[in-house]
């Protein structure tokens, strides 16, 4: 599919073979994203794991340093008697039975992300197949499943993500909107990739981040000089 002469001219201010610092990689993305609308900022890591090993796959959940401008719609399952913890912290939709029962019957989901106390994991098996097809099924791995109503749904109002590796060994996140500050974009995308770092699988062997790519919305991808990381 040929490309755009709007994307044709901004590749051209980008140096195909350049490693850029995290820091003008950010500002040569907020010089590249001239849609109309507010893009999205993403950073796109090719990992060295072995897919074929289930020891070897990315996940990790960090509380992004600033807002990535995008509110997450929180869904809290919760007993009765914790109801309101989860409205007070901020959860858009909060019920047990009734709401499972709910979205059985329809399919339908208008929310973002979920969050459960442990005894409604067995009462959530009813919605499993819905849920997760999504990346939405709460689970203790994501620290999505726990008695902390309050901070489970704080901490992803604030801007909690997980990050996960795809089914190609490559990991795909926002770190905010184009509009946000360059020193702030420059904080998250140093803390996803501090969690990649931390996060690497023990028995992955050779090189473990292999490249990082900036890119905004539908603009041209820049390299990141990984050893400035």
Do not use: C, W
């Not at 803390?191 to 931390?198: P, Y």
């Amino acid at each position: 599919m040929p490309r755009s002469k709007r994307y044709t001219e901004l590749k051209k201010l980008i140096e195909p073979k350049k490693l850029y610092t995290p820091a003008e990689a950010i500002d040569l993305a907020k010089k590249t994203a001239k849609t109309k609308f507010d893009g999205s900022l993403e950073v796109h890591v090719r990992l060295g794991i072995d897919l074929k090993k289930s020891d070897q796959q990315l996940r990790a959940t960090i509380v992004l340093p600033h807002s990535t401008g995008k509110t997450k719609r929180v869904a809290a399952f919760v007993p009765a008697t914790k109801e309101k913890e989860a409205k007070d912290a901020g959860a858009e939709i909060v019920g047990a039975e009734e709401l499972i029962e709910q979205i059985a019957k329809t399919g339908k989901i208008d929310f973002d992300v979920a969050v459960a106390t442990p005894d409604m994991m067995a009462k959530l098996a009813k919605v499993a197949k819905i849920l997760g097809p999504k990346g939405i099924m709460p689970n203790p791995k994501t620290e999505t499943v726990g008695p902390n109503v309050k901070k489970m749904v704080e901490e992803l109002k604030r801007g909690k993500v997980t990050l996960k590796n795809d089914a190609t060994g490559n990991l795909h996140q926002a770190i905010g909107r184009v509009s946000l500050e360059s020193k702030d974009l420059l904080d998250n995308l140093d803390a996803v990739l501090q969690a990649v770092k931390k996060n690497k699988p023990a028995s992955a062997k050779g090189v473990y981040i292999k490249n990082v790519v900036l890119t905004t919305t539908m603009g041209p991808g820049i390299k990141v000089d990984i050893s400035a990381v």
